[in-house]
C-alpha cells in the first residue's frame, strides 16, 4: 500500500471517529472508490481528481433519477385517480360521452404535467440527499474532499435535463393538450347527445326536450329512442328504432338523425292531432361555434407564440406562468440540498416541515403574483420576477451557511 493510500485511509477512519458513526451501506461510494483506486493501481495510474468526482456524479444522477420517477409515478397515479374518479361523475351526469373519458384524462394529464413535475423533482432531490445524509454518505465525501459546494455542479446538471423537458412541456405539449381538451369537449357536447344516459329520461340543457334512449351501440348509434319537445308553442313526440348523430361538413350544422320512426303531433282527440310516419327524420342541433380566443384571467390552451406577441396582461401573466415552471427547479434544487441535512441527534422533522413550507411559500406567492398581474394590478417587468429573486436569494444564504457548516439562521434554528 502505498503512501497517499495510508492518508487516505486514515482520513476516512479519523472522520469515522470524530462523527461516532461506521457506514457499512451496500454499494458504498467509499467501496467504490477504494475498487477505482486498486483499479488504476493495477494498470500503474493514479485516480485523478475528476475521475473521483464522476464516481460520485454517476452514483447521484442514477439514484437522484430513480427516486425522482418512483415519486412522480405515486403522483401521477393519485392524480389519474382522482381524475379518472371526476370525469366520470362527469360523463354519468351527461356533459360528454362515456367513450371519451380515458381520451380526456390523458389530455388533462398532459396539461397539468408541468406543474406536477417541478414538485416531485423537489422531493425525489430531497429524498435522496436525506438518504445521503442518513446513512452518512456526504459525511464520508466531505472528508474525501467531496463537500456540499462540489455536490450543487451535478445537482444544477441533472435539474437542467430535467427543467428542459418541463420547458417543452409548458411552451408547447400543454398548451396544445388544452387546446385539443377544449375542442373535443366541445364537438362531443350537444343538446341532445351530451346528456345520454341509457335507460333514464334525460333533460336537455336548454329545457325544451325530454329524450329517452334504450341503449348506446358500440358505434355510437342509439336505438330505442324518445323524444318530447316543444317547438313553435306545440308539443309533440317522436319514436324511432335507431339514430345516430350527423355533422355536415359544409356548413358545420349537426342534426340528430332519427330512424324508422313516428311523429306525434297536438292533442289526441281533436281535429288537428296528427301522426307521422317516417323513415328519416333530422333534428337541428344548435352548438355554440369553437373559437379559441382569450378570455378570462388564463388562456392556457393559447399558443406561446402568440402569448409573446401580445401586450394584454392576461397574456404577459400566463406566459411568465408557464416560464415559472421549469425557471423553478433551478431555485428548488438548491434548496433541496439545503433541507435535506438530517442530524440523528436532533430528529429530522424541522428540516423537513422547513422544506415542505419553503415549497408550498414560493408556490403560493407566484399564484398571487400571477393574478396580481393577470388582473393589471402589477406592472409586466415586476410580474412574477420578485418571487423568484426573493427566493434565490434565499437559496443562496441557506446554501452558503450550510456549506460553511452552520445554521440555515443566525440564531441557530434549522441546524
Known amino acids: 500500500m502505498d503512501t497517499h493510500d495510508q492518508a487516505f485511509r486514515g482520513q476516512l477512519i479519523r472522520s469515522f471517529l470524530s462523527e461516532g458513526v461506521f457506514h457499512r451501506a451496500r454499494g458504498s461510494r467509499v467501496k467504490c472508490w477504494l475498487r477505482e483506486r486498486r483499479r488504476a493501481r493495477f494498470h500503474d495510474k493514479p485516480l485523478t481528481a475528476p475521475a473521483k468526482a464522476v464516481i460520485v456524479h454517476k452514483a447521484f444522477y442514477r439514484e437522484a433519477t430513480q427516486t425522482t420517477l418512483l415519486v412522480t409515478l405515486t403522483f401521477l397515479t393519485l392524480y389519474l385517480v382522482v381524475s379518472l374518479v371526476k370525469l366520470l361523475s362527469q360523463a354519468a351526469s351527461g356533459e360528454f360521452p362515456a367513450h371519451i373519458v380515458f381520451l380526456l384524462l390523458a389530455l388533462e394529464l398532459l396539461k397539468n404535467l408541468a406543474m406536477i413535475l417541478p414538485l416531485t423533482v423537489f422531493i425525489g432531490l430531497l429524498l435522496t440527499m436525506a438518504r445521503w445524509y442518513r446513512d452518512s454518505e456526504v459525511t464520508v465525501l466531505a472528508a474525501c474532499g467531496i463537500g456540499l459546494t462540489r455536490l450543487l455542479r451535478p445537482t444544477m446538471v441533472w435539474t437542467g ?32 347527445t351530451a346528456g345520454i344516459i ?53 356548413t358545420g350544422a349537426r342534426f340528430l338523425v332519427l330512424l324508422n320512426g313516428r311523429r306525434y303531433q297536438g292533442i289526441p282527440g281533436q281535429a288537428n292531432y296528427r301522426i307521422l310516419r317516417y323513415r328519416t327524420y333530422a333534428l337541428r342541433i344548435k352548438r355554440r361555434p369553437f373559437t379559441p380566443v382569450m378570455t378570462g384571467l388564463t388562456r392556457d390552451e393559447v399558443p406561446t407564440l402568440r ?43 424541522a428540516p423537513l416541515f422547513a ?29 412574477l420576477w420578485w418571487v423568484h429573486a426573493v427566493f434565490a436569494a434565499l437559496a443562496a444564504a441557506f446554501f452558503a451557511r450550510r456549506a460553511a457548516g452552520k445554521g440555515l439562521l443566525p440564531w441557530g434554528l434549522f441546524r
Not at 375542442?183 to 341532445?192: D, F, G, P, Q, R
Not at 355510437?220 to 317547438?231: A, E, N
Not at 415542505?356 to 406592472?379: D, K
Open 355 to 383: 422544506a415542505v413550507l419553503a415549497y408550498f411559500s414560493y408556490a403560493n406567492l407566484l399564484s398571487i403574483a400571477h393574478a396580481l398581474l393577470a388582473r393589471g394590478q402589477e406592472p409586466a417587468w415586476l410580474g
Open 307 to 349: 402569448l409573446l406577441r401580445s401586450s394584454n396582461p392576461r397574456a404577459i401573466a400566463e406566459w411568465q406562468w408557464r416560464l415559472a415552471q421549469p425557471l423553478s427547479l433551478f431555485i428548488l434544487a438548491p434548496l433541496a440540498l439545503v433541507f435535506a441535512y438530517t442530524d440523528s441527534r436532533k430528529g429530522a422533522f
Open 198 to 250: 341509457p335507460g333514464r329520461f334525460n333533460h336537455t340543457r336548454n329545457g325544451r326536450a325530454i329524450f329517452y334512449v334504450g341503449r348506446v351501440g358500440s358505434s355510437g348509434r342509439l336505438h330505442d329512442i324518445f323524444v318530447s319537445r316543444t317547438q313553435f308553442g306545440k308539443g309533440g313526440v317522436l319514436i324511432a328504432k335507431r339514430g345516430y348523430e350527423f355533422k355536415n361538413r359544409h
Open 161 to 192: 435535463v430535467v427543467a428542459t423537458v418541463v420547458a417543452a412541456i409548458a411552451f408547447y405539449l400543454a398548451p396544445m393538450a388544452a387546446l385539443l381538451l377544449h375542442k373535443i369537449k366541445l364537438e362531443n357536447t350537444s343538446a341532445y
